[in-house]
């Protein structure tokens, strides 16, 4: 039986931390693995490893072995709850990381207005601990760009555009899972 790996894509703000506690809530033996929490760690704990622009490569090397350990150690889905934004990037995780003769690969995408981020933006609680530097979640909503995931990154491809779609998405990739 290949286990599921749900890639969330999408800005900041779009839904897709809520969408992951969701789904994980109704799939049976899965896993989250959010970068947002790495990055809280590290920003907490280690700033000075740390860079102030460029790519974070702790962050990432964190989350590569996070999801490691979780492919090879255990038999969760995993629920990997990153921005995803850039397809080379999205390919060579899908590729490297999780391989097809281990996983159903589903790629969940936020197409969520920038409008409707930065409305959320402003009603959220949220800590901008996951930020680096200066950065405000408004600033980096402006400067994320999103190329659009394609049918064929991965073996399945849902697009949220509003929160009514979630409750869809969710019950379709449990179908999924009882297929597997």
Do not use: W
Not at 40 to 57: C, I, K, Q, W
């Amino acid at each position: 039986m290949r286990r599921l790996l749900i890639l969330t894509v999408g800005k900041t703000h779009t839904g897709k931390s809520t969408f992951a506690r969701t789904l994980a809530e109704q799939l049976p033996n899965s896993l989250i693995i959010d970068q947002d929490h790495h990055a809280a760690f590290l920003n907490t704990h280690y700033p000075e490893l740390v860079p102030s622009r460029g790519m974070n490569d702790v962050k990432h090397a964190l989350t590569q072995f996070i999801s490691s350990i979780a492919t090879e150690r255990t038999d969760a889905h995993l629920i990997v709850c990153n921005a995803n934004l850039s397809r080379v990037n999205r390919l060579c995780l899908l590729n490297e990381q999780y391989p097809p003769t281990v996983f159903h690969r589903i790629i969940v995408f936020f197409d969520v207005s920038d409008a409707t981020a930065l409305n959320r933006i402003k009603q959220s609680d949220r800590r901008s601990v996951v930020i680096r530097g200066e950065l405000t979640y408004e600033t980096l909503i402006q400067k994320q760009v999103v190329e659009p995931p394609e049918a064929d990154e991965a073996d399945q491809l849902y697009v949220i555009r509003e929160s009514n779609d979630v409750n869809s998405v969710i019950q379709q990739i449990k179908q999924r899972q009882s297929v597997e």
